[in-house]
């Protein structure tokens, strides 16, 4: 019998490791075993899954993941999507940002993309520039991204919400939209709520 110790052991961590960074898996084993590398620069990395009132019924749950329509890495409008790989975020000084490798980390924004009272927020990954209409003009400063639990939350001045809306926008290309003031869904888009289940905390020493 070969040894069960060593030399097989480091292979199947590396297996994770490249399994991991090829598909995303948001197993514990792959998001710790990477997080070693990049902890130094974030504080707890994890994938966000949005619930719908469908809720999490094992039998009809499809997971959704906060993710973007555009290439991986580069700004855009944020979506809610059925990613097979979804991509990390962190919050850090009550910034949310995306995590795409060491030398790619965007802010997600948040822009008042209509100039309406009415209407609401729109979401992207980096300042905009890059996707149409909204830009860095457009930016609603002073938000605060925090997590209640498991659940994600923006602030504006008193205001706080942890409900996002997906919509579709007037080219038919899905957005997803917050009311500062928690407000009823509107018309043609679907709510909900946002989720970390697997955050992992950088202790200083991994
Ligand atoms: C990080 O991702 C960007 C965008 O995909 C890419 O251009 C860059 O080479 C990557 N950097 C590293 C260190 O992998
Ligand atoms: C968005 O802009 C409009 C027009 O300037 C303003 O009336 C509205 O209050 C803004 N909404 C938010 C949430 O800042
Ligand atoms: C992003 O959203 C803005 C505002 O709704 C829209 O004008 C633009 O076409 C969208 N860009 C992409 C790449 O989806």
């Known amino acids: 019998m070969p040894s069960r110790q060593g030399v097989p052991h480091l292979a199947l961590v590396s297996i994770l490791a490249v399994i991991s960074t090829v598909f995303s898996i948001p197993v514990f084993e792959g998001i710790s075993a990477w997080s070693s590398s990049i902890g130094s620069l974030v504080p707890g ?14 039998l009809t749950y499809v997971p959704l993941y906060m993710s973007t329509e555009g290439p991986r890495g580069s700004p855009g409008n944020v979506s809610v999507t059925r990613d097979p790989s979804p991509p990390l975020f962190y919050i850090a000084n009550n910034e949310l940002y995306h995590f795409h490798n060491e030398s790619t980390i965007l802010p997600i924004q948040v822009h008042n993309s209509t100039q309406s009272a009415k209407l609401p927020l729109q979401l992207t990954i980096g300042d905009g520039e890059a996707t149409g209409k909204l830009s860095r003009r457009t930016i609603v400063p002073g938000g605060n991204w925090r997590w209640q639990g498991t659940m994600l939350r923006y602030d504006q001045g008193t ?7 997906s919509c579709q926008d007037a080219n038919g ?34």
Request: glycine share 10%.
């Open 173 to 206: 290309l899905m957005g997803l939209f917050l009311h500062p003031k928690p407000s009823p869904t509107p018309e043609g888009c679907t709510a909900f709520t946002l989720h970390s289940f697997s955050r992992v905390k950088y202790s200083g020493e991994l």
């Open 45 to 58: 990395v994890t994938v966000i899954e949005a619930i719908g009132s469908g809720g999490t019924d094992p």
């Open 159 to 165: 205001t706080s919400t942890p409900l996002f809306f």
